[in-house]
């Protein structure tokens, strides 16, 4: 069985220039989490869907930040415009509701 | 108070030993919670997931469970050079809320 797909696997941008990240969940899996992963750091939940429903973005950065799972399987989360401060690492996780979750490799972002 | 919480470390235990990692947390409605290993450069990886009071074991690695004491452990015994990585507690407290600690760093010395 396959696991969570993340794309691309390192992205290197200007700050202010956009950028967007691509998950595809583990089959099956309705609930859909996107992290941030600073150095030294646990995960920090930036939107939990479920389904297509987004159930908790309250630590989403709105002003910049966007996400969406149009039809309750994989789903984009866009920085416009990114910062400086945005570089970290992005995982995308997935479970059945409630359960275990399972992350993928993570999208390494470097703001210059 | 943070709602999850890990002594950073590092842990360092010689091979072979146990190893014993501790986690608290603030939500007492919490229901779920799991450990995760996490390579330096890797994404998280499931180890064990535990739900009721208690130990639950699987292979080498004990989950402990104190929800009067909001307290979860993990051991590992025998420890071996190849378990040298951060180890999270991730917790699901009400409306299935899952938050991570910062992660305890272990180091296994050959």
């Known amino acids: 069985e396959a696991g969570v797909v993340q794309s691309p696997r390192y992205k290197i941008i200007e700050k202010k220039q956009p950028v967007a990240f691509w998950c595809n969940p583990i089959s099956g899996h309705n609930t859909l989490y996107w992290y941030l992963q600073n150095l030294g750091q646990g995960p920090e939940l930036l939107i939990r869907?479920?389904?297509?429903?987004?159930?908790?973005d309250s630590q989403l950065p709105k002003d910049r930040f966007s996400a969406e799972r149009l039809k309750g399987v994989d789903s984009t989360l866009k920085i416009q415009p990114a910062e400086l401060g945005d570089s970290a690492v992005y995982l995308c996780a997935s479970s059945l509701p409630g359960g275990e979750q399972f992350f993928g490799p993570g999208t390494r972002l470097t703001v210059l | 108070q943070k709602e999850v919480e890990q002594n950073s470390g590092p842990l360092s235990v010689p091979e072979g030993a146990i190893a014993s990692l501790n986690c608290t947390y603030s939500d007492r409605v919490s229901q779920s919670f799991f450990w995760y290993r996490q390579y330096s450069g890797k994404s998280p990886e499931l180890i064990m997931s535990?739900?009721?009071?208690g130990d639950k074991e699987d292979g080498r690695f004990t989950a402990q469970l104190n929800k009067a004491s909001q307290y979860v452990s993990l051991l590992i015994r025998d420890s071996q050079p190849s378990d040298s990585a951060t180890y999270l507690c991730?917790?699901?407290?009400?409306?299935?809320?899952?938050?991570f600690g910062t992660g305890t760093k272990l180091q296994v010395i050959p």
């Open positions: 991730a917790v699901t407290g009400g409306y299935q809320k899952v938050t």
């Open positions: 869907y479920e389904n297509e429903e987004a159930v908790d």
């Open positions: 535990i739900y009721s009071n």
